[in-house]
């Protein structure tokens, strides 16, 4: 079974620019997360989408910060415009879960994200 | 505010040294206590999942157990392989995962 599929997994850009990232979560998992992992902290979930809603997104910046996932599968995060606190690992996570039951997210490699 | 706080930061352990990682946790609805391993370049790997006080799960030369406030990360005569980041995590009523900082592990041969 292929695991969740991030890209790139390397971006460095200067502050104020913007940057994408694209992520494909495990063939018929229907919830997708997007985290946010500073280095030394553990990881901060940014959003989770239920298919293609969005179930919270209530520690998502929403002035800078935009996810979207288009047909309940691949997803992408924009950041616009960076700053240098945004230099993170930013980690996209899928599981099967439904409302109704829990099941262990899987994570992808990531994407380190430095701002400079 | 829910929160999820580990210790030790960080362990040195000589190959075979059996020590604990601890994880205290307050998560309003706490629905389960997981632990993921974390590799250097890499997302986080799932081990466990504690659902109530009391339970104890073992995965090779881990086990889990879980208290009303504690989570405890047990490593039995550790080998150079089980060096990483040890993350644990509660799942609110949300199903929201809220992490804590991890412990860095390294065992010496």
């Known amino acids: 079974e292929a695991g969740v599929a991030q890209s790139p997994r390397y971006k460095i850009i200067e502050k104020r620019q913007s940057v994408a990232f694209w992520c494909n979560p495990i063939?018929?998992?229907?919830?997708l997360y997007w985290y946010q992992q500073i280095l030394g902290q553990g990881p901060k979930l940014l959003i989770q989408f239920q298919n293609n809603g969005v179930v919270d997104d209530s520690q998502l910046p929403k002035d800078r910060f935009s996810a979207e996932r288009l047909k309940g599968v691949d997803s992408t995060l924009k950041i616009q415009p960076a700053k240098l606190e945004d230099s993170a690992v930013y980690l996209c996570?899928?599981?099967?879960?439904?409302?109704?039951?829990?099941?262990?997210?899987?994570f992808g490699p990531g994407t380190r994200l430095t701002v400079t | 505010e829910d929160q999820v706080t580990q210790s030790p930061e960080a362990l040195r352990l000589q190959e075979g040294e059996s020590s604990s990682l601890n994880c205290s946790y307050t998560?309003?609805?706490?629905?389960?206590l997981f632990w993921y391993r974390q590799d250097p370049g890499k997302g986080p790997e799932f081990l466990f999942t504690l659902y109530s006080a009391g339970e104890e799960k073992e995965k090779e030369r881990l086990k889990a157990t879980l208290t009303k406030k504690e989570s405890f990360l047990h490593i039995t005569a550790p080998k150079p392989e089980d060096s990483a980041t040890y993350l644990c995590a509660g799942e609110d009523s949300s199903y929201k995962l809220i992490f804590g900082s991890g412990t860095r592990l390294l065992v010496r041969p």
């Open positions: 996570a899928s599981s099967s879960s439904t409302v109704a039951n829990y099941y262990e997210q899987y």
């Open positions: 063939s018929g998992h229907a919830t």
């Open positions: 998560v309003s609805g706490l629905r389960g």
